[in-house]
Each structure stands twice: as C-alpha cells, then as structure tokens.
C-alpha cells in the first residue's frame, strides 16, 4: 500500500521478468482510492532508477 496525500492505492506485483542481464522489470496494477485499477510495467535501470509506464491490460 502506497499512502499519498492521505489517499490510499493499493499495489499489486503480477509478474516479473527480466529482458537482458542487466535490467529486471516487473508488472503490476495499481489501485486507486476510487476503485478504478491502473497497469503498469516498471524496469530498473543501471543506475538503480525505476523506468514506469502505465499500460492497457492485454
């Protein structure tokens, strides 16, 4: 659970691959206080930053 602005989203890991020896992604949905869900596919790069980008279920 990820807290912000005292509204509460709701974090779910689904799967998690890793595309070269270097970089590990992971995929996961998002739920927000209003119920609606949001996906997203989440890589770590290099210099330890995460790369997220929100995408469509399918």
């Avoid at 912000?4 to 890793?18: A, R």
């Avoid at 927000?32 to 210099?47: H, I, R, S, W």
Wanted: hydrophobic share 30%; charged share 25%; net charge negative.
């Amino acid at each position: 659970t990820i807290t912000d602005n005292n509204e509460q989203y709701t974090v779910k890991l689904l799967k998690n691959f890793q595309p070269s020896d270097t970089e590990k992604c992971d995929v996961g949905e998002i739920t927000k206080p209003t119920g609606e869900t949001a996906f997203f596919v989440g890589c770590l790069n290099n210099d330890g930053a995460w790369n997220i980008e929100f995408t469509n279920p399918e």
